[in-house]
């Protein structure tokens, strides 16, 4: 982070941390692992920090980091870590286990299972948030990279579909010339294509004749695509594969028939990537908004959220969290029956135009937020992003599994403007046309209870 940006930490720190000890009095008296060199598969971007590292991927099932008194393990197949403070004792865990986000709602559960939520906009303009622990875990371990001072995690959320080589249309020569060299896999082939003359015409000829106007002059085979899974044509690939047929037979043949290759329906899916840093001060997360990547182009990502259950206090405590309403408020630890409290930083977009505002909520002009408890605690300073930045604190109770406060992060502004309050037409959805041009950026500074 450049030096700038850290001049006012200290202060802040300092400021912040002496009011949540004093509303604490005031209640209580009331690495070693095997690496190989960085291979672009999630992370297909190269690093565009200012300084940037030599990474190398981990393909340990941990990674560690010590600096001072504070030590960084993370799970290589979740992403999950923790981060101990050997000076207050307190292990600080990045998001909750399936057994504590107990929870009526299936979202509210993931989400505080989750160290990244990315909310985006689909091609119907309806926002949708993805979660770590639902959309991307359960289809792979996330890249985990290693460098001096750092820890990078990349992160696929969604599915994303494998292509396989299974022709559509094949030339009845072509066809039994391949099938015939496919072994056991031939009785596969021929059970999942069906043969369709125009000296023979059968039942359904005409209705593949509208899709397939080469049929007019040629005897095919054709896929039955309407019966083929995502394992089916990873099967069928396989047995073409070994019969020895390539793309580069099956594009002539599409050329000789006049035909194109469909396009594979492809789902929606992100790209995610979260950078941790420790120091003795504290730790650093931030989120590369070019490593922010859609699979396809109607999808837009909204905002990010990165540790939303970060260190949220499992058990009973006498405490608080740090909310920057004004110069800084606090809200007492399970207090609340499932109330959220947000705030954005700096204030609404005055370029927006506001129907309505809150008169009780002071403009947040402190980028801060934290836990305070009597055994510890942390302040977060938003060094990255803050103009974009909208924090949020959720009490225990309801749907909520447990005590949270955190910060998501805009990373395209998104309007609606009307034409005419009496013309009968849709709202017009509008985006700004880039994304946030600074990294969000998170540093969790820390305390200890004589602090």
């Known amino acids: ?97 399936a057994e504590q986000a107990v929870s009526s709602s299936a979202p509210a559960a993931e989400a505080a299972q989750s160290e990244v939520l990315l ?27 290693m460098a001096d001072d750092a820890v990078r995690v990349c992160y696929r959320m969604g599915v994303v579909k494998e292509e396989y080589l299974v ?17 056991s896999g031939a009785r596969k082939l021929q059970l999942y294509y069906d043969f369709f003359s125009y ?9 593949k004749l509208k899709e397939f106007p080469c049929l007019q002059d040629n005897k095919l085979y054709l896929l039955r695509q309407d019966s083929v899974t995502d394992s089916v044509a990873a099967e069928l690939a396989g047995y073409w594969e070994t019969a020895g047929y390539t793309a580069e037979i099956y594009q002539q043949e599409l050329e000789a028939l006049g035909l ?38 109607v999808d837009r990502a909204y905002s990010v959220t990165v540790l939303p259950y970060f260190a949220s206090p499992m058990k009973e405590a006498n405490g608080v ?4 309403d004004g110069s800084g408020a606090v809200i007492r630890l399970g207090s609340g029956n499932g109330a959220t409290y947000t705030q954005k930083i700096y204030g609404d977009d005055m370029a927006k135009t506001q129907k309505t505002q809150t008169q009780l909520t002071q403009t947040a002009i402190l980028p801060a937020f934290g836990v305070g408890t009597e055994t510890g605690g942390y302040i977060a300073y938003i060094g990255g992003g803050a103009p974009h930045a909208v924090v949020s604190a959720k009490t225990k109770g309801g749907i909520q599994p447990a005590d949270a406060v955190y910060s998501e992060f805009v990373l395209q502004e998104y309007d609606v403007t009307t ?4 013309r009968q037409m849709s709202d017009i959805p509008l985006f700004s046309p880039l994304l946030l041009q600074e990294d969000p950026e998170i540093t969790y500074s820390f305390i200890s209870p004589s602090q």
Not at 12 to 41: H, K, N, Q, R
Not at 44 to 52: A, F, G, M, N, Q
Not at 419 to 422: A, D, K, M, Q, V
Request: charge should be negative.
């Open 260 to 297: 194109e290759a469909p396009e594979m329906k492809k789902e929606t899916s992100f790209n995610v990537e979260v950078i941790y840093t420790l120091t003795d001060g504290g730790l650093t997360v931030n989120v590369p908004v070019d490593g922010i990547q859609a699979g396809l182009d």
């Open 119 to 145: 909310s985006y906009y689909d091609n119907n303009e309806t926002l949708l948030t993805m979660s770590t622990a639902k959309d991307s875990l359960p289809y792979g371990a996330p890249q985990v990279y």
């Open 167 to 183: 022709p559509i249309a094949v030339s009845p020569d072509t066809f039994n010339e391949y099938v015939a060299k496919a072994g």
């Open 1 to 97: 982070m450049p030096q700038k940006k850290r001049r006012w930490l200290p202060i802040i720190i300092a400021v912040v941390a002496c009011v949540l000890a004093g509303v604490i009095l005031f209640e209580t008296v009331g690495v070693s692992m095997m690496v190989e060199p960085y291979s672009a598969a999630i992370c297909e971007r190269l690093d565009s920090t200012e300084e940037p590292r030599d990474w190398e991927l981990v393909t340990e099932p941990t990674v560690a980091m010590a600096d001072g008194h504070l030590q960084f393990v993370l799970d290589t197949a979740t992403g999950h870590f923790t981060v101990e403070d050997t000076a207050s004792q307190q292990i600080y865990a990045s998001a909750l286990t």
């Open 199 to 207: 000296e023979n015409p059968n039942a359904t000829f005409n209705e």
């Open 419 to 422: 034409i005419g309050e009496s």
């Open 321 to 324: 969290m740090l909310v920057p």
